[in-house]
C-alpha cells in the first residue's frame, strides 16, 4: 500500500495508465537488514507509466515502466552501510483468450544500482536482472466445468547473496543480478516465496463437483502443485533455510474451496502442504503447512 495518484485514459482501443506514489510512513521496508526498518526505515517513490492495445475477446499487449527511488538517508546506528536501493523496471506483456482458451505472458528486465555489503566495501554496483512469466489456462465444455491452467515464472539470481531482499548478505561482487520487486507473486500458500533466484512451475486443476444442483452449483474446489528450483544454486531465496548449494528447493500441494453462499456472503478456505528438497540441510527439511479460512459479507 502507498499514498499516491492515478490516471487511467481510454482512448478506442487504447489504454493509457500514470501513477505516483510515496510509502507509506512507518510501513516495513522490504530490506529489513536496516535498523528501524519496521518503523521509519521506508522512504521509496514510484513513477509508473503503461500502455496498452486491447483487441478482442480481452486480449491486450502494453508496454510499462516503473522508477523507484530510495531516500532514505544513512542510519545514524550504522553509518558503515549504505542501504541506499534504486530500481528501474521496464517489461511488455500480453493476455489473450480465444474460446475456452486464454494465455498470459510478462517479461521484465531490472536496472539501476545497488549497495552491495559493508563487508565487501559498501560499493555501489549495477543491477541486471529479469523476471519472466508464461501461462495458459483451459475450461473444458463438460459437467463440472473443468478448468486447467499451467504456469511458469522465473525471477533471476545473484551467486553472492544469501538474502534476496536485504543489503546485508547481499550483492558483494560486480553487478547485482538478482530480482527485487515491490510487488505480490502468488507462488504457493505454504512456502509463499518471492519471485527472486526461482523457477516456479504450477499446475492448477478446479472444477464445481455440485453444478447440477441449485443452490451448491457455484462451489468450486480445486488443487495445485508446484514445483520450485533455484535460478543459481549457491545463493538463497527468500526462505533464509535453505543454505545447502543445490538447486532443488522442493514440491507443494494446494487445495481451496470457494463456496458463493449469497450474493453478498461467501467463504474461502486454503490448505497447503511444502516439501522440502535438497536445498534444505537435513536439520531445517521438515514439512511446512498453511491453513487459510474466511468468511466475507458485503454490506
Given at each position: 500500500?502507498?499514498d ?27 530490506d ?35 522508477i ?65 512469466l ?11 466445468e ?22 546485508e ?9 538478482n ?19 526461482l523457477y ?23 488443487a ?22 543445490k ?14 453462499i ?5 467463504f474461502?478456505?486454503r490448505?497447503?502442504v511444502?516439501y522440502p ?15 487459510y ?5 458485503l454490506?
Amino acid at each position: 500500500m502507498n499514498d499516491g495518484i492515478q490516471l487511467t485514459k481510454y482512448s478506442n482501443k487504447w489504454l493509457s495508465k500514470f501513477f505516483f506514489a510515496h510509502s507509506l510512513p512507518h510501513e516495513n521496508n522490504v530490506d529489513y537488514s536496516i535498523p528501524g526498518y519496521d518503523k521509519d526505515g521506508n522512504d521509496r517513490y514510484f513513477l509508473e507509466g503503461e500502455l496498452g492495445y486491447l483487441a478482442k475477446q480481452a486480449s491486450k499487449i502494453y508496454l510499462f515502466f516503473l522508477i523507484q527511488k530510495d531516500n532514505s538517508k544513512p542510519h545514524p546506528a550504522d553509518t558503515a552501510q549504505n542501504y541506499r536501493y534504486d530500481s528501474q523496471y521496464f517489461g511488455s506483456g500480453f493476455t489473450g483468450l480465444k474460446d475456452n482458451f486464454s494465455f498470459r505472458g510478462e517479461i521484465i528486465k531490472e536496472t539501476e544500482k545497488s549497495h552491495t555489503d559493508s563487508s565487501a566495501g559498501g560499493q555501489r554496483k549495477p543491477i541486471d536482472a529479469w523476471a519472466a512469466l508464461l501461462g495458459v489456462r483451459y475450461k473444458f465444455k463438460r459437467p463440472f466445468e473443468p478448468e486447467s491452467d499451467m504456469e511458469i515464472a522465473y525471477g533471476s539470481g545473484d551467486k553472492d547473496r544469501s538474502n534476496v531482499t536485504n543489503t546485508e548478505k547481499g550483492n558483494i561482487n560486480s553487478k547485482d543480478t538478482n530480482f527485487l520487486y515491490f510487488g505480490d507473486y502468488a507462488g504457493g500458500y505454504a512456502l509463499s516465496p518471492r519471485l527472486s533466484n526461482l523457477y516456479i512451475y504450477k499446475f492448477d486443476q478446479s472444477l464445481k463437483p455440485f453444478y447440477f444442483t441449485n443452490s451448491f452449483k457455484d462451489i468450486t474446489m480445486g488443487a495445485k502443485i508446484l514445483a520450485y528450483l533455484k535460478d543459481k544454486k549457491n545463493a538463497g531465496i527468500s526462505d533464509s533455510e535453505t543454505s545447502e548449494k543445490k538447486h532443488f528447493v522442493g514440491t507443494e500441494f494446494d487445495f481451496y474451496f470457494y463456496w458463493p453462499i449469497t450474493k453478498d456472503l461467501n467463504f474461502v478456505m486454503r490448505y497447503g502442504v511444502f516439501y522440502p528438497g535438497g536445498a534444505y540441510s537435513k536439520d531445517t527439511d521438515s514439512n511446512t503447512k498453511y491453513l487459510y479460512t474466511r468468511l466475507t459479507y458485503l454490506f
